[in-house]
């Protein structure tokens, strides 16, 4: 009977992990394909893409990558800082309430608990000027933290600035940032697909054939 329950556990353990995997990328409407250039994006040709076939649902984010001390007595790491998605990469509040003000961040939610509402993240004076430029405030305070598909491991990724490592993230309202344009724009795809299947795989890569030389057309019209 032992020998049984551990055989129909370990069967089990990836299709469940799979399905909650699915589950979790449909309710927050994660997305397929990542649009980057060189320049950003402006508002019109966010709308520019939403007109392309094989879209539907388009939005444009902005990033910034910071150094920043996070609670009293910390060292500086670096963090990246995004604003707020509506429909596309849904977050999930865990704990604590959306921002209200521009000053108010959420945090990522990993390892958080209620301890970090109402911490502090100052920027340091070790950033260069246009990044300081670009933040509107000196200091973030953390009103809540939440989950995000664009996160569903442990790495944070890497960055050019300060050591290198992303320490964390955080979301800020738009108006937390002096910024005309978009970092990013981030798509889906019409059609129900199996996350880790080729036919998934498959179908984002002739989305991506498709797009590219439109894509390429409106970043020549950015630069």
Excluded: C
């Amino acid at each position: 009977a032992l020998g049984a329950a551990i055989f129909v556990g370990l069967l089990m353990t990836k299709s469940d992990m799979v399905a909650t995997g699915q589950y979790y990328t449909e309710k927050q409407n994660m997305f397929d394909l990542r649009l980057v250039n060189s320049y950003g994006w402006s508002d019109d040709q966010l709308e520019q893409v939403k007109q392309l076939d094989g879209i539907v649902d388009a939005e444009g984010t902005f990033y910034t990558d910071l150094i920043a001390a996070w609670g009293e007595d910390a060292e500086d790491e670096v963090y990246r800082f995004y604003t707020l998605p509506e429909t596309v990469n849904r977050l999930v509040l865990i704990g604590g309430r959306m921002p209200q003000a521009p000053n108010e961040i959420l945090a990522d939610g990993y390892h958080a608990d209620k301890s970090i509402l109402g911490t502090q993240v100052k920027l340091s004076s070790a950033n260069e000027e246009d990044a300081l430029d670009t933040a509107l405030f000196d200091t973030y305070t953390v009103v809540g933290y939440v989950s995000t598909p664009l996160y569903m491991d442990m790495n944070r990724g890497t960055t050019s600035v300060g050591s290198g490592s992303i320490s964390n993230y955080f979301f800020a309202m738009k108006d937390a940032f002096d910024a005309d344009y978009y970092t990013e724009i981030y798509v889906t795809m019409p059609g129900e697909w199996k996350i880790y299947s080729d036919e998934y795989n498959d179908a984002m890569d002739a989305l991506a054939e498709t797009l590219e030389p439109q894509v390429e057309a409106l970043a020549w019209q950015r630069l």
